[in-house]
DNA sequence: TTCCTGCATTGATTTAAATCAATCGCCCCC
DNA sequence: GGGGGCGATTGATTTAAATCAATGCAGGAA
């Protein structure tokens, strides 16, 4: 909902839209609209026909494969100004379910594409844009085949601190504190364990003082490099950013 | 080495020169040069400079993260036409190694993407190409993320055979035989599995007939749609390409 | 031929994580 | 205030895969 001037939007900059000059702009203000979707939700079925794409405006969800056994696997965790859909694909490949509370900005699959083709600055945005989900998926190929449960964790973590410290701009001094926007056992879809796992590792964690816990939710980490051992990745890898 | 003419390049129509029109082809001759290697060799090392992108002409190679204490993961396996490198970084992500002997059709990165800037075709062609990447690359989280030992080792023989049969055209009908590309160590790399694990599984599918071997790399699979289902995998994907 | 050497197989044992199962704590609603 | 329900925790046990350890086998060199 809240319609409102692509010049006002919070994900003007870093969305598939960020190159556009105002000319373009323009354009892609005509055809997109906005649809919002209640936590829970799924917004899209795996094999259902897609006839939109759309950029994540504020909210979360989860992009995830299930197996005909139930067995499930998260592949994406789509944030705000994240891309959703493939254009040129008609159907939908996985399921996109609605983490919170969520409001996408939404092209019709058509239109989208005959824009694409006429706008450069688009294609050029999006390709960066899936450069970097293709690196982010092969960072987490090697967390799903090689680390234990608890450098999942730990990796998990790390994750989603240092995501929450650029999108809030938060100093990389002192303790970062952030809430986990995952239930345990999205958490456990993510990284490809049981949730009984997840939560015994986040004990663990917590026992040893890696991070400390404020209800089930609430995150703190005192030492970044300490989370980072934990997470087995390489120590000096703490520039936040 | 054997260099020649763009035109008549094994790779033409699928590399990420496809969508170019002989105008653009004849820039990008100007501006390409081919390197071999042989197998086993590391081509380009994680976190080297890299100053050259390029497309894999005519063998395979890997791309791997390795950690610290020595666990790696291959997070892609390159063909003929794909694409290494990323334009717009300076330094390699992963370490790309030789399977085969291998040759290259590379140009210097900063020609490659002025050039890229200039014609929509390559960028478009890089985007569906990086697309479908994406795609792979979350099938494998799937699998690595939840599949047991015995459904990895039958996915990848079905990767493999799909390949291997879009590749040389061979009919959907009948047995399929194909050579597998990788040591039992480079399956486990890319399974995240142990060698040991790799060798026994292989072994328990031989010895329920869902494949049979003559030597330790040459595979025949009798029933594709049987192999699929020990894949774990919907048993109406049965169909090639 | 015989001896390497590098892959691969097979066996015995250990172990990390899954599974099965009970309980807790919190929030919401009646 | 007393259920009911959902997410989370914790415990006991099982199990799939890792680890540790021999052995096999094919190809190349001496």
């Known amino acids: 909902m809240i319609p409102h001037e692509c010049g006002e939007c919070p994900i003007r900059h870093r969305a598939v839209c960020?190159?556009?000059?105002s000319d373009e702009l323009e354009l892609l203000d005509q055809i997109k609209y906005y649809r919002s979707?209640?936590?829970?939700?799924?917004l899209i079925w795996?094999?259902?026909?897609?006839?939109?794409?759309?950029?994540?405006?504020?909210?979360i969800a989860t992009l995830t494969q299930t197996m005909e056994d139930g067995r499930t696997q998260m592949v994406g965790l789509l944030l705000p100004s994240d891309f959703v859909g493939r254009p040129g694909r008609d159907s939908a490949a996985y399921d996109v379910v609605a983490v919170t509370d969520i409001v996408m900005c939404c092209f019709r699959k058509k239109p989208f594409e005959e824009m694409m083709a006429r706008t450069p600055h688009i294609a050029q945005r999006l390709l960066e844009m899936t450069l970097d989900e293709l690196d982010a998926a092969?960072?987490?190929?090697?967390?799903l085949g090689r680390k234990t449960a608890r450098e999942k964790i730990a990796s998990l973590m790390a994750i989603i601190a240092r995501r929450d410290a650029t999108l809030n701009k938060n100093g990389t001094r002192g303790?970062?504190?952030?809430?986990?926007?995952?239930?345990?056992?999205a958490m456990a879809d993510y990284l490809g364990l049981t949730l009984?796992?997840?939560s015994r590792q986040v004990s663990?964690?917590?026992?040893?003082?890696?991070i400390e816990l404020e209800g089930k939710r609430r995150v703190t980490v005192p030492?970044?490099?300490r989370l980072l051992e934990e997470a087995g990745d390489d120590s000096d890898g703490g520039m936040l950013i």
């Open 18 to 21: 960020a190159r556009c000059e």
């Open 37 to 42: 979707y209640e936590s829970g939700q799924t």
């Open 46 to 59: 795996s094999g259902d026909p897609m006839d939109f794409v759309g950029s994540v405006v504020s909210g």
């Open 138 to 143: 092969r960072e987490w190929m090697l967390v």
């Open 175 to 185: 303790p970062l504190v952030f809430d986990l926007p995952l239930t345990r056992e």
């Open 196 to 198: 009984e796992t997840v």
């Open 204 to 210: 663990a964690l917590k026992k040893d003082g890696v």
């Open 223 to 225: 030492d970044f490099n």
